[in-house]
């Protein structure tokens, strides 16, 4: 067969890609196309994702594959969860979407919960309850009348108002549909009992499309705009997280696994048949989330390379040239180990600030720990800690499962951190599979394949990221040590 071409789109929290798949009926390559920031903006007292912006760079890369590669297939997108926008009765976008971080997002909470009950609200989505969540920032454009939400005739998650730029067509992905809070996830459909009970719109919400789903071609409007040919697009796992996992190179057959996606944000569970929806896992801060394959995964969000991402920034701009993450983490292993610990879920350390090595400083102090000066030490803080709670995090999806993990699957950039991997390995004392960093876009291209009917589901697109993915393994070495340490951690974060 001649080789089939697909376009990936990939949208994190601090950057997007744009990659070529090219598909042979065998094996699938991949090649980057474009690359660009993706830095929020800050306007009167509102924190927003720049998505005109977004929207150019996806543009410019779907231009350069067309020039580059000729005939392209489909196009595919995937983005961060929670976040979305607002269309007009004309199809207008009313406002940028607003950023998860943002302040006025964060500070209902209170006030959501004096109006339904947490377990009702868990029974109803089964997600976990984060305050950046889309169900909050719902709720706050309800109390404070906002404009948009008022005049709003569709609601989009992200990767949904990319597939309304393209194609025209207004309709929500099931996987990044569950991110909101409001999706029930037990009858696949909108939990509108939620959205009744806090007095909330449910007139524009669109109809669930499933990963590997046809939304439509480019359209007219868009092709004569920028000379674009008629590129199909198809619904793939939205929600990136999703994504990375439905492009998991399982291996060790037999093995119950667990997985930890790294990036801005890291991502800890396991997969599902159906959501686990008990007081214990709503407690824990475990949520359920939905699959590339229509079913669940067991999850936790944590907050991943965020906290050492802020401290570059920081180290950048006292330095004034910009650090390469092998200099930070080859001064993070020259460290003492085990000097302090962080939580690294502290709301102190979601905040964007000018000088996280401080916040980190003074958090450390306030607890009669060490407080660290150096880049090292510092760095080491942060990644010992982060390994540290991925230990935590684990050790509760094994007690809501049943399940005992022989294998943990590391996926996302992360993973080319070689510290964090084989501490990984060492406190959790099972084998860990890291890579490849590309996960999400393998499973991008493989619901992309689904779609084209290439191949006729998961459970074969595994095998073939299977082959196609370069790993490592890390073996624990230090299990002693680490566990005395975790024991120390347990006491010293609180």
Request: proline share 4%.
């Given at each position: ?27 699938l390559?991949f090649?980057e ?7 929020p ?7 927003y ?20 590669y ?24 009313l ?23 947490r ?16 169900l ?6 309800h ?38 809070a ?27 499309v499933y ?14 705009e ?5 590129v199909?697009?198809t ?63 067991l ?8 906290i ?17 993450w ?6 993070a ?29 003074t ?12 880049m ?7 990644f010992?800690s982060?390994?540290m ?20 699957h ?15 390995a ?20 493989l619901m ?9 589901g ?10 196609a ?18 024991n120390e951690y347990?006491?010293?974060?609180i």
């Amino acid at each position: 067969m001649a080789d089939r071409r697909f376009l990936i789109f990939d949208f994190g929290a601090g950057s997007g890609r744009g990659l070529l798949a090219r598909f042979d009926g065998k094996a699938l390559s991949f090649r980057e196309v474009h690359r660009f920031e993706n830095r929020p903006v800050f306007i009167a007292g509102t924190l927003y994702w720049d998505v005109l912006h977004l929207f150019s760079e996806m543009i410019i890369g779907i231009r350069k594959a067309v020039r580059d590669y000729g005939t392209i297939d489909s196009v595919g997108i995937d983005t961060w969860g929670v976040d979305f926008g607002f269309l007009s009765p004309d199809g207008k976008l009313l406002a940028n979407p607003v950023h998860y971080r943002d302040v006025r997002r964060n500070s209902v909470s209170d006030e959501l919960f004096s109006r339904i009950d947490r377990m009702d609200l868990f029974q109803s989505t089964g997600i976990f309850q984060l305050p950046i969540m889309s169900l909050f920032s719902f709720f706050a454009m309800h109390i404070d009348d906002a404009p948009e939400y008022k005049g709003s005739d569709a609601f989009l998650m992200m990767p949904d108002l990319f597939h309304y730029f393209l194609t025209g067509e207004k309709l929500s992905e099931y996987t990044i549909a569950t991110t909101t809070a409001f999706f029930n996830q037990m009858e696949k459909k909108w939990a509108f009992d939620v959205l009744d009970t806090l007095s909330l719109r449910r007139d524009i919400l669109r109809p669930i499309v499933y990963p590997g789903t046809k939304i439509g071609t480019f359209s007219r409007a868009l092709q004569e705009e920028y000379t674009l040919p008629p590129v199909g697009v198809t619904a793939v796992a939205g929600h990136d997280t999703a994504s990375a996992l439905a492009g998991i190179p399982v291996s060790k057959e037999g093995k119950e696994w667990v997985y930890v996606s790294l990036g801005t944000w890291a991502v800890a569970g396991c997969e599902t048949l159906k959501p686990v929806l008990t007081r214990e896992v709503l407690d824990s801060g475990v949520g359920n989330e939905g699959s590339a394959d229509g079913k669940t995964f067991l999850a936790r969000n944590i907050t991943g390379l965020w906290i050492i991402q802020e401290c570059r920034e920081k180290w950048n701009r006292d330095l004034r040239k910009k650090l390469s993450w092998d200099e930070i983490v080859a001064a993070a292993e020259k460290a003492e180990p085990f000097t302090a610990f962080i939580d690294i879920d502290d709301p102190a350390f979601a905040k964007v600030v000018p000088d996280m090595p401080e916040v980190i400083r003074t958090w450390c102090g306030d607890r009669g720990q060490k407080e660290g000066g150096d880049m090292g030490t510092i760095a080491r803080i942060v990644f010992e800690s982060l390994v540290m709670k991925f230990r935590e995090v684990i050790l509760q999806i094994q007690e809501h499962t049943g399940k005992r993990f022989q294998l943990l699957h590391m996926i996302g950039g992360g993973t080319q951190n070689c510290l964090i991997c084989q501490w990984a390995a060492d406190l959790l004392d099972i084998p860990v599979i890291a890579g490849p960093a590309e996960t999400t876009a393998m499973g991008n291209a493989l619901m992309q394949l689904i779609g084209s009917g290439d191949i006729a589901g998961l459970k074969e697109g595994r095998e073939i990221a299977r082959d196609a993915s370069v790993t490592r393994e890390y073996l624990p070495k230090n299990n002693t040590a680490w566990l005395q340490a975790y024991n120390e951690y347990l006491q010293r974060r609180i």
